[in-house]
């Protein structure tokens, strides 16, 4: 089975780290995006999704706000919030309205990977029968899976860290033509010799392909791109 994910964020280049995350994990897939509240209850009205991964502070609106208004039409969605704010009276709020998990910004991916991890297990235990055991219901509500999560994840290298890696590839995945390391270095606050590395950590782990080109003068330019 594979579970659709519509996902609730104003700030574009977070969405597109989200959107990586959810389809790095088996059987997950992202079938909506929404910068606002108007927009994800106009998407839920056509589709039904099966898990909403709602941000808090969107533009002049709160995400609380929308998790009321499809709780009080009986969408039939699980929602994990994603989010900077702490307090709590909002997370008790969120917890009251159903949201199954609560997740702050920053986070890495191993956090996001277990909320959607214990997501699966959930629906599945619920899937599996009509009439659920003591000992199933303890597992729905307390107990992790004891099956080891099992999942190819290529290692980083000494100095590289996801979090600045999947900042990168949202950035990438922004081109729609072949660049350069300077084009990069241009639309993030990060060094040249820092993002360097991790092109050439991303072009060694064929995930970019890479493109001499001569100008009239000097040395070759390196053109990237995407491989898939």
């Known amino acids: 089975m594979t579970y ?5 964020e104003d700030d574009a280049m977070v969405s597109s780290i989200n959107k990586r995350y959810v389809e790095r994990i088996p059987e997950f897939k992202v ?3 929404a910068a606002s509240v108007k927009e994800a209850m106009k998407l839920t009205k056509k589709y039904l999704f099966d898990l909403l991964l709602i941000d808090i502070h969107l ?3 709160s995400g609380v706000d929308l998790i009321k208004m499809l709780r009080k039409e009986e969408y039939p969605a699980d929602f994990i919030m994603i989010t900077a704010i702490n307090e709590q009276e909002t997370i008790e709020l969120c917890a009251q309205y159903g949201a199954v998990d609560y997740i ?3 986070f890495q991916f191993d ?3 277990k909320s959607m991890l214990r997501f699966k297990q959930q629906k599945e235990l ?3 029968q009509n009439k659920m055991a003591q000992a199933d219901i303890d597992q729905f509500y307390w107990l992790e899976k004891e099956q ?3 999942h190819t994840e290529i290692e980083l290298e000494k100095g590289l860290t996801e979090q600045t890696l999947q900042l990168i590839l949202a950035v990438v995945d922004s081109f729609e033509h072949a660049f350069t390391i300077q ?3 241009e639309k993030m606050s990060l060094s040249h010799v820092s993002i360097r590395k991790y092109i050439h950590y991303l072009e060694k782990n064929d995930f970019l392909e890479v493109e001499q080109r001569y100008g009239t003068v000097g040395r070759p330019t390196n053109f990237y791109k995407k491989k898939f």
């Not at 659709?4 to 609730?8: C, E, G, P, T």
């Open 4 to 8: 659709s994910v519509l996902i609730v």
């Open 31 to 33: 079938t909506g995006v």
């Open 59 to 61: 533009t002049n609106e």
């Open 104 to 106: 702050l910004k920053p």
């Open 111 to 113: 956090r996001f990977q």
């Open 126 to 128: 619920l899937n599996a």
């Open 148 to 150: 080891e999560q099992k």
């Open 183 to 185: 084009e990069l270095t």
